[in-house]
């Protein structure tokens, strides 16, 4: 079951120029906090793997199993918080912003610098080799867990080339082989490092994870799910 057209589709909807924009952010999250302060990090880490992800698509080169790049966790966190809270529904942009208790916690780290990573929430990224961009924001997937029970895992989903992430509040996400955690110690500093495993070979579907496997199901409102691409 799909629930966006395949990444060949005919059926794309419309053509935003230059990728996707949001005109949701205030000029100085947008510009500044997100632009200068978080969204270089996020840029560098894509630049150095992009090349390597489209390689594990075609399969046309022989790539390392996995590579350990250094990266800045909590900068590269805040860019994707930004770019997920800058997709909102038509209905927030015209009546305002909506609470909830897992936007509320979001919106808290991309503003304050010093704040240390929500203990609600957990970030994980994957290899994702597509130049089409996803964001689903609020999207539940029911799941069977380690254990043998169902469970439902809420929060938002952000794909773009390279990576995909995936925000999962009050929770941790049970399919741990496709998915590795962003941020090992939530108060690490703004400017702290750790390395980062990309596994280059084990690479999940593309419409990983909003595309529903066997017994799992999706529960999202169309409101909230956007997706392009970029011009080839």
Known sequence: MALLPSE??????????????????????NNTRLGIHYDPALINLSNAITALALGAKRQKIALPRTIYP????????????????AGLAVEETNQ????????????SYFLDETADFPENLEIYYWLYPSRRQVLIKNVGKSLINSAGKREVVFGHIFKFLPLGFWLVFNG??????????LIKDKTMALDGVDQVEIDLHRVPPLDFPEGPKGNEFIA???DYAAHTRDKI
């Open 8 to 29: 060949n589709s005919a059926k794309v909807g419309t053509t935003s120029q230059g990728g996707t924009h949001y005109r949701t952010l205030c000029g100085e999250c």
């Open 96 to 107: 305002g912003l909506l609470s909830s208790p897992i936007s509320d916690s979001l919106r």
């Open 70 to 85: 250094f990266i800045k966790p909590q900068r590269i966190a805040r860019a994707v918080v930004g770019h997920v809270l």
């Open 220 to 222: 999202l409102n169309s």
């Open 172 to 181: 941790t996400n049970q399919e741990s082989d496709l998915v590795k955690s």
